[in-house]
T-cell receptor, first 118, second 112 residues
Framework: DGGITQSPKYLFRKEGQNVTLSCEQN?????MYWYRQDPGQGLRLIYY???????QKGDIAEGYSVSREKKESFPLTVTSAQKNPTAFYLC?????????????????FGNGTRLTVT | QKEVEQDPGPLSVPEGAIVSLNCTYS??????FMWYRQYSRKGPELLMYTYSSGNKEDGRFTAQVDKSSKYISLFIRDSQPSDSATYLCAMKGNTNAGKSTFGDGTTLTVKP
């Protein structure tokens, strides 16, 4: 079955520690994304990558870092610099990185990682 | 002011009711409009997507876009308890790297 796998489903960390969230896709999609979802709020874009070894900041990149060394993998590190890291993190991918013809490129989401930092 | 405003809900309806979910937006560059359904503790899944103004029907679901009013709607006919979820509208244009902008979501409960 093709899809996006996020692990772990639940993650608990102490304040001041960095933590890395895993995202793997076997859909052969070019573009990958990280979103953050807080209760009662929509999805806010953290980082996105259109191609291997390249990525761009989204709307709320401060305190986060990413890498894209392989097409199928896009891990997100939540650093100690992130002021309010407790949230539900969603990874997504889309088939094409050609934004001008993105009509047939809806986002495919993983089932998220719920991070709690105390 | 947010680019996309979604009716906040929550909504609670009896089984069989017609449900209307709505979003307004301010960015006239948006051309692609999507509705995602998100079950509790799961990732969103694409339900409907449309391009520009008009209607699109898929089974019990109808997506409606009115670009002149900057208003989109999702109608659910003969609602079922399995439709209980949070519904997110999203939209994007050809600029801004094609990134989607999401509404805050409306939580729907359909009671048997």
């Amino acid at each position: 079955d093709g899809g996006i796998t996020q692990s772990p489903k639940y993650l608990f960390r102490k304040e001041g520690q960095n933590v890395t969230l895993s995202c793997e896709q076997n859909l052969n999609h070019d573009a990958m994304y990280w979103y953050r979802q807080d209760p009662g709020q929509g999805l806010r874009l953290i980082y996105y990558s259109q191609i291997v070894n390249d990525f761009q900041k989204g709307d709320i990149a401060e305190g986060y870092s990413v890498s894209r060394e392989k097409k199928e993998s896009f891990p997100l590190t939540v650093t100690s610099a992130q002021k309010n890291p407790t949230a539900f993190y969603l990874c997504a991918s889309s088939p094409v990185a050609n934004w001008a013809s993105s009509y047939n490129s809806p986002l495919h989401f993983g089932n998220g990682t719920r991070l709690t930092v105390t | 002011q947010k680019e996309v405003e979604q009716d906040p809900g929550p909504l609670s309806v009896p089984e069989g009711a017609i449900v209307s979910l709505n979003c307004t937006y301010s960015n006239s560059a948006f051309q692609y409009f999507m509705w995602y359904r998100q079950y509790s503790r799961k990732g969103p899944e694409l339900l409907m997507y449309t391009y520009s103004s008009g209607n699109k029907e898929d089974g019990r679901f109808t997506a409606q876009v009115d670009k002149s009013s900057k208003y989109i709607s999702l109608f659910i006919r003969d609602s079922q308890p399995s439709d209980s979820a949070t519904y997110l509208c999203a939209m994007k244009g050809n600029t801004n790297a094609g990134k989607s902008t999401f509404g805050d979501g409306t939580t729907l409960t359909v009671k048997p």
